[in-house]
C-alpha cells in the first residue's frame, strides 16, 4: 500500500507537483520569512539561525531526535504495526510521530518493515517528509539506515549488497571501497535515505570481539584509515551522509554492548596509535557524522562514564583536540551499555552535555524527550545549548539538499537501484576479496572432470541482509552453474551426531566436500564435523562465511578459503575462486593467531595464496 497522496499508477507511482508544491510549502515560507538569502531553497549558516531563532523549545528538542517507527507506509501502515508503534511509542504511524515529537530523523530497519523492496521504501521515506513539511515551520526529516553491507544491512535484494568490511579489507583497493560506497550511496539516496551509519572506523584487534568482527576494514590501523576516508569520499560523494563508528573505537572487547558495558583498556598511547587514526583519517575526509560507542575508556575518561556520555571524550578528545564539528549521533540507546551506570530518563540528557548532537532510538521516547525539555526549562541544559546541535543537523540537511529537493521520484528508483551495472561491480569487487588461505596439494581450483560431484554441508545462519541464502543453497547453486553437479545438505552451527554421520554417509557418495563454516570453536559439532569428513578421504574445502580464524580449527583440512560472510555476493564469489573462474586475490586483513597457543601468529597479516 502506497502512502495518501501519491498517483495510482502502481509501482511507478510518484507524488504529484501539486502534493510536493503544496507539501513544500511550510518549509519554503519558513525559509523565505527567516532571511532573503533563502529564497534559492538552500539556507546558509545565517539563514539556519535565523530558521532558529524561530522555532520552538519542543521544536527543537524534537529536532535532537532519531527514531524508529514499525510500517512501509507513513500514514497508512498494517494493522500489526499500528499495535507496534502505539505500544511502543503511543502514536499509531510515522506522521504521527512527526507530528507528536518534531523528530529530526527516522531510523528504518528491516525487522520494523520500513524497507520491504525499493520503490516502497521511496514512498516511505516521501510520506515522512509530507508529513513533517505539512506541520507549522516544518522542517524537512533526515532518514537514516544501518547500510554497512555483508553483515549489517537494512536493505536488501534487489538493491545491491556489496561484500562487508573485512572483505574489503582483504581486498585491499581504496577503489573498490570508494565505489561500494559511491554506488550505495547511489541507491540509498535514490530511496530517500540521507544518512548511512557507516564505516566501521573501529580497529579490530580482538578475534573474540562479539559485536564488531568482519565488520571491521581489519586489524591494521593504516589501512582500516584508508579504507574509511575512501568509502565516506565514495557515500558523501553520491550526497549521502557517511558516519564513522564506533567513536574512540569498540575495535578490543570480548563484550557486545548491545547486552553489557565494554571497558577497552588501551593506554591513551595505545589509543592514540590504534584506534584514533581512522577517525583521524574520517575527519580529514569530511565526515558528516560520527557515531559514539557505548563502552568505557579509563584512559581517557576514569569516570566510569560510557563514551556516549563522557565530555572528556566526546568534547575533549573529538571536538577539541580532532578538531570535529560535524554531528555526532549515539549508537542506539537501546543499547544495555549506555543504559547499566543511569536511567533512560538521565542518559539524553548526559548525552547532550557530553557534546551529542542526535540521540538515537531511545527505547521510550516520551520519556527521554520530556526528559530534554525538562532538562532546558530547569536550566541543567541551556537553551544555546540546544541550539548549536539544532544548528549542526540543520547544517547537514541543507549541505545534502533536504530543504531543496527533500523528495525522490519513482523512475529515480528504476534508474538506480539494483541496477546491472551495480551487480556487476559488486561481484567483481567480491571476486578481489575471497583469500585463499590454505591449498596443501594444488587441491584447488577444483577440477570438474575430476571431482563432478560435489557435497555441500555446513552452516546456514540466518541472512542478516535481504539476501536469497541460505548459504549451503547458494554455494551449491553457484557450483551447479559453473558445472559440477552439486548437492546441499544444511549441517547447522552446532551439528549433532546424528548430523554429522549423515553428512559421512553422504559424502561417501560424492567426489569432494565443500564446508561451509561459520565462528568454529576448539571441541564443537562443526569442528567434528569437518575432521570426520576428512577423515573419509574425499578432498575437503572448508569455506569460512564469517570470521576467518576458524582455519587455526581445522588443520586437517587441505584447502581453506575466508569469504568473511554469507551474503549471496560473497559466497558466490567464492565458488567461482573453487571452480578457478576467479583467481583468489583477498590477503587477510587480521593475523590469526594458533589455536594451542594463541601467543604465535599461524597466519600474519598480508598472507594469501592464489593460483
Not at 510536493?20 to 539563514?47: F, I, K, R
Not at 510520506?127 to 537514516?144: K, M, W
Not at 549451503?472 to 544444511?490: C, M, R, S
Not at 576428512?534 to 583440512?557: C, E, F, H, K
Request: hydrophobic letters at 45%; a neutral charge; aromatic letters at 4%.
Amino acid at each position: 500500500m502506497h502512502d495518501d497522496g501519491t498517483a495510482s499508477t502502481g509501482s511507478t507511482a510518484q507524488p504529484s507537483r501539486r502534493t510536493l508544491l503544496a507539501a513544500g510549502a511550510g518549509v519554503t515560507a519558513a525559509l523565505a520569512s527567516a532571511a532573503p538569502a533563502l529564497a534559492a531553497g538552500t539556507p546558509d549558516d545565517t539563514g539556519l539561525r535565523a530558521l532558529i531563532s524561530r522555532m520552538t523549545l519542543e521544536e527543537k528538542v524534537g529536532q535532537l531526535f532519531v527514531m524508529r517507527v514499525y510500517g512501509h507506509s507513513a500514514t497508512a501502515p498494517d494493522q500489526a504495526d499500528i499495535d507496534a508503534n502505539l505500544k511502543e511509542i503511543g502514536v499509531r504511524t510515522a506522521a504521527e510521530l512527526v507530528a507528536k515529537y518534531r523528530v529530526g530523523g527516522i531510523i528504518y530497519f528491516a525487522w520494523a518493515h520500513n524497507t520491504r523492496e525499493p520503490h516502497q521504501i521511496a514512498d516511505l521515506s516521501n510520506g515522512i517528509q509530507r508529513a513533517s513539511l505539512g506541520l507549522p515551520r516544518g522542517l524537512p526529516v533526515l532518514v537514516s539506515t544501518d547500510q554497512e553491507h555483508g553483515i549489517v544491512a537494512r536493505v536488501g535484494e534487489p538493491a545491491t549488497l556489496f561484500p562487508g568490511a573485512m572483505a574489503l579489507g582483504a581486498g585491499g583497493s581504496r577503489r573498490d571501497a570508494r565505489a561500494v560506497g559511491r554506488i550505495a550511496g547511489a541507491e540509498l539516496r535514490a530511496m530517500g535515505i540521507r544518512q548511512n551509519y557507516s564505516p566501521v572506523a573501529d580497529v579490530n584487534v580482538n578475534p573474540a570481539n562479539p559485536v564488531i568482527g568482519v565488520r571491521s576494514f581489519g586489524a591494521d590501523p593504516r589501512a582500516v584509515s584508508a579504507l574509511v576516508a575512501a568509502e565516506v569520499t565514495g557515500y558523501q560523494g553520491s550526497g549521502v551522509a557517511a558516519t564513522a563508528k564506533h567513536f574512540p573505537g569498540h575495535g578490543d572487547t570480548n563484550v557486545d554492548s548491545h547486552t553489557g558495558f565494554p571497558t577497552i583498556t588501551h593506554s591513551r598511547e595505545v589509543w592514540e596509535r590504534l584506534d584514533a587514526p581512522p577517525f583521524r583519517a574520517a575527519i580529514a575526509a569530511g565526515i558528516d557524522s560520527i557515531m559514539t560507542a557505548h563502552l568505557m575508556v579509563p584512559a581517557l575518561d576514569p569516570s566510569g562514564d560510557p563514551a556516549t556520555l563522557s565530555r572528556p571524550i566526546l568534547t575533549g578528545i573529538l571536538r577539541e583536540r580532532l578538531g570535529y564539528d560535524g554531528v555526532v549521533v549515539t549508537d542506539s540507546l537501546g543499547m544495555e551499555g549506555v543504559r547499566t551506570k543511569y536511567g533512560d530518563g538521565r542518559v539524553p540528557v548526559l548525552a547532550l552535555k557530553a557534546g551529542v548532537d542526535q540521540l538515537l532510538n531511545p527505547p521510550d521516547l516520551d520519556l527521554a524527550w520530556n526528559a530534554v525539555l525538562t532538562a532546558v526549562r530547569e536550566g541543567e541544559l541551556t537553551e544555546a545549548r540546544l541550539d548549536e546541535s539544532v544548528l549542526r543537523i540543520l547544517r547537514l540537511k541543507a549541505k545534502l539538499g533536504l530543504f531543496r529537493a527533500p523528495y525522490v521520484r519513482q523512475d529515480g528508483v528504476e534508474r538506480t537501484v539494483g541496477t546491472r551495472g551495480h551487480l556487476a561491480a559488486a561481484d567483481r569487487i567480491a571476486e578481489r576479496t575471497t583469500t585463499l588461505l590454505v591449498n596443501e596439494g594444488r587441491l584447488l581450483p577444483l577440477s570438474r572432470r575430476r571431482y563432478p560431484k560435489v557435497l555441500v554441508v555446513g552452516a546456514d545462519p540466518a541472512s542478516p541482509s535481504g539476501t536469497t541464502g541460505p548459504p549451503t543453497g547458494v554455494l551449491a547453486g553457484a557450483l551447479a552453474e559453473l558445472g559440477f553437479t552439486a548437492t546441499a545438505l544444511p549441517t547447522g552451527t552446532a551439528p549433532s551426531a546424528a548430523t554429522i554421520a549423515r553428512a559421512v554417509a553422504a559424502a561417501r557418495d560424492v567426489d569432494a566436500v565443500v564446508a561451509a563454516t561459520y565462528n568454529v570453536t576448539a571441541g564443537s559439532g562443526q569442528q567434528a564435523l569437518v575432521e570426520q569428513l576428512v577423515a573419509t578421504g574425499r578432498p575437503v574445502v572448508a569455506v569460512a562465511i564469517r570470521n576467518p580464524y576458524d582455519v587455526a580449527r581445522l588443520p586437517s583440512v587441505p584447502a581453506v578459503l575466508a569469504a568473511y560472510s554469507w551474503t549471496d555476493v560473497e559466497v558466490r564469489a567464492a565458488a567461482r575462486v573453487i571452480a578457478g573462474r576467479a583467481r583468489p586475490l583477498g590477503r587477510l586483513p587480521v593475523p590469526v593467531q594458533r589455536a594451542d597457543d594463541p601467543e604465535q601468529v599461524l597466519y600474519p597479516i598480508g598472507h594469501g595464496l592464489t593460483y
